[in-house]
Each structure stands twice: as C-alpha cells, then as structure tokens.
C-alpha cells in the first residue's frame, strides 16, 4: 500500500493536471500558472524576464525545494543531478517539513554513490513502494532515485497533523534517527516523523556541531567501549601492587579523521592514554603542526605512518611507552587496513583485540593466525548502523551525551571546510564538494552549510 505521502503526490499531480499548473514535483520556472481549459485565451500581460527564475515560494503557497539526487552507482560527479521540487503546503497524518540547516559529507555518504557501501539503494526494484520509486515519485525525477547523505541538522518548519506538539513542533531542531534519510538536500517531507527523527536540545550549539555528532563522535564511543573494558582494567590494574602510570593504552590508526579525533578526546575523558598514527604531510613542519594539534587534543603520543611501520617500533612501545608491556595496549582501531593493520597486530599485548572499521588502503589484511593464537588476540569488526538499529534507545542517550560534552566545551567537533548552499548555488559546487572527500589532505570535513534557501 502506498505511504500518505505518496498518495498524496498522486493526488496534487491529478488536480495539477486539471488545473494545466506546471507539473508540481517538477522544475518550476514560470511566475504564474500556465493558462488552462478555464483561462482566458489571452494571457495577462506579464513582462518575462530575459532569463528563467526560480521562487521559493511557488504558487499556492508551495514550498520549492532543491535536492542532490542519483539514479545510477558511480562517481559523485558523474551520477550526481541538482533537481528542483514543490512540497505542498498540506502536510499528511504525522508528516513534518523540515528545513536543513547543515549536512556534513561523510566517506561512507561517497561509497554510498559508488555502490561500494554495505547499504545500497536498489534502483532496478519493480515495486512502486520501494524506496528509490517512492522517491522519483515524491521528486518527480525521470528514473527511480535516491538521494545521498546520512548526517545533518534540520529545523521544522511546518508540522502535520496527528503530531504530538510535546514531541516536534515549529522550531525544534532534530537529527535524523536512522541511516539513509538523505541529508543533501534543501527541504525535506518527513512521515512518521516521531519514528524518524530524533529531537535535540540545540541551546549552545551551531548547526554544524549538531550535524556532526552522529556518525563519527558515535563509532569511536562505541568501539573505545564495547570490545575492551579500559576503564575497567585501569582501575583494577591501579589497585594492584605495581600500578601503572596512566590509563590502559589504545592505539589507531587514521588518528587524524574524525573517529579518530573523537577516539583522542573520548579516551582522555575516561582516564585512557592513546598512541596515534597518522600520515605524513607534504612537509616536516606542516607533520609537526598536526602531531600538536592532536596532542592539544589529548593524544598522549602520536607517530606518522612511516615511523609505525619502522622496524624500531616494538622496540619504542616497550622502553618508552609500556614499561616493558607491564602495561600493554589492548585495543586497537584500524580504518586503513594493509600494512598499517600488520603493524597493529605486532603493538597488541596478549588478549587484546582490534577492531576494524573502515579500509581506507584498500589493500587487504591477512588473517594472522599465529597472533590469533599464541598472543588470543581477537579480530572484530563495528558497524555503526547496524548497532543503532539493535539500540535505538542507547544511541540517543549517547547522542545527548555528547552533545553536552560539546556544550560544556570538553568535546571539540572535527574541523570541517564549509560549503555554502544558497538557492543560486550551482551544481558543480556541490558535486565537487562530494567528490573530493575522499582524495588528499582536506583542512576538514566537507559541511554543507544552508543559508537563504
């Protein structure tokens, strides 16, 4: 059975198509409707300007709406359209409508174009309700459609009825409760909101903060504590008879991404002490700047790549870090694989365990057996979406919990590079902005940031 939603597209487009309006989930170019059975043969004398204009505000009190959308695996600025929509001003049963005010652009959110992400769109489905149908239906794209981006901070604008004012209302700001909502687009039409939506308390926080606290802060909060308790180990390695000098270690790789970033500040919060590992820059100087920031951060030691996977390594764990493991690392984050993931294997102590969460390399990582057996390490993998779906009610708390770490000011947002979207931003921008997440190094993480739209 089709959604409200959908049913009620099917009904706007019929009286569309009656009254000769413009095509209401199409582009809209004109500033007045077009002439229909009932209208004057003559149209009203209007000067049209020397180039096509796009409203806001369409007729009857439509709100125009612009959304970033693919029909086809590929990359981002191959497959990528910038598609221009009406949303009715009536809103069905427990729909919302709500306004983006920022959305961070994830690798995970890249992958997803590509059609190299565990979670794919199906665009070749013949049921007129999957998703990707219910989708060009709802944008009036020519093919079955899905619209990209996982994280991002709305405001409502507009709330239907049968919506418990003491759950959403006007105003609230709210984050998306589960993944592939679509976060890359100007407005969005939401049903079952109080299902899909997660309302925060945006008091002493940008938009951009907000946007950001669900995928990245998340993953290394869950990681730094579901496969090893740390914490726990430190404080009965501290009341033993030879304690040690801080926390239990964990090393990562990646350090410098923003489950990195946000596995340094974590870790600190609880006590735990980090050795990180991160790529060279193009310079000595410009690699000496970010090993201090992320030492302001909290980082107890950071190293570069090259120095990870010198032979010398071991040595260094031991003499100056470990106390000739009397303190060993026990946890491990690896989101680069190959040769980094090898190195990681030889830093665990016995019974440690490395988690791995992403494959940035893209060279493969052998199972070790012989570590695997004479040192019990463990080998596990994490996948944010997945724990969300298994508990809903612990990843809010955790949510709201990091939102007021960042509000006390003890938990910074990884740095972003801000991509203004304003109705007259072009396509190309946009696209650009995807397309580049994943090469170089970035000054930040890609955020759309929403102005006059």
């Known amino acids: 059975m089709a959604s409200p939603i959908v049913g009620l597209a099917r009904r706007q487009l019929a009286r569309a198509s009656h009254r000769g309006l413009p095509a209401l989930l199409a ?47 590929g990359e ?46 199906d665009f070749s489905s013949a049921d007129p309700g999957s998703p990707t149908n219910q989708t060009r239906l709802l944008l009036g794209t020519p093919e079955p459609a899905a619209v990209p981006g996982n994280e991002g ?31 890359f687009r100007t407005h969005a039409l939401v049903e079952d909101a109080a299902r899909r939506l997660l309302k925060v308390d945006g008091s002493g926080l940008s938009p951009a903060q907000v946007a950001t606290v669900s995928v990245n802060p998340c993953s290394a909060y869950r990681m730094l504590r579901d496969h090893v308790d ?50 060279e820059r193009e310079t000595p100087e410009a690699t000496e700047a970010l090993k201090a920031e992320l030492r302001e951060l909290g980082a107890d030691v950071v190293v570069t790549e090259k120095e ?68 019990r390490l463990r080998f596990e993998g994490f996948w944010l979406t997945e724990w969300g779906r298994e508990n809903p009610d612990e990843k809010r708390r955790m949510i709201n919990e990091i939102l007021d770490l960042m509000r006390q000011g003890k938990f910074k947002q990884t740095p972003v590079d801000e991509v203004k979207w304003d109705w007259d931003t072009e396509e190309q921008v946009l696209k650009d902005a995807i397309q580049g997440t ?3 190094f970035r000054s930040g993480k890609g955020l759309f940031l929403f102005g006059d739209t």
Request: aromatic share 8%; net charge positive; with cysteine.
């Open 76 to 121: 981002p600025a191959d497959v990528l359209h910038l598609h221009t929509h009406s949303i009715s001003p009536t809103l069905p049963n427990g729909a919302v409508l709500l306004r983006t005010l920022a959305a961070p652009v994830n690798p995970a959110d890249v992958n997803t174009i590509q059609g190299t992400y565990g979670a794919r769109p």
């Open 230 to 279: 740390l914490v726990g180990e430190s404080v009965r390695r501290f009341a033993s008879a030879d304690p040690p000098r801080g926390g239990m270690w964990f090393i990562q790789n990646g350090a410098n991404s923003g489950v990195g970033r946000a596995a340094i500040q974590l870790g600190r919060l609880w006590g735990l002490r980090s050795i990180n590992v991160v790529r």
């Open 27 to 73: 582009h809209t170019h004109t500033p007045f409707p077009t002439s229909s059975s009932s209208s004057p043969a003559t149209p009203p004398a209007v000067t049209l300007p020397l180039t096509p204009r796009r409203f806001k505000s369409g007729p009857y009190g439509y709100t125009q709406a612009k959304t970033l959308y693919f029909s086809r695996f």
């Open 153 to 183: 901070c709305f405001e409502v604008a507009a709330v239907g009825p049968g919506v418990d004012a003491a759950v959403l209302k006007r105003g609230d700001w709210v984050i998306p409760a589960g993944p592939g909502f679509g976060t």
């Open 308 to 375: 990870f996977l010198d032979r010398s390594f071991g040595a260094r764990l031991r003499e100056e870090w470990t106390r000739n493991g009397r303190e060993p690392v026990l946890l491990g984050l690896n989101c680069v694989g190959g040769p980094s993931a090898s190195a990681m294997v030889k830093a665990l102590g016995p019974r440690g365990c490395m988690v791995t969460y992403g494959g940035m390399s893209r060279q493969s990582f052998p199972f070790p057996t012989g570590p695997a057996i004479f040192k």
């Open 438 to 440: 994943l090469t170089g």
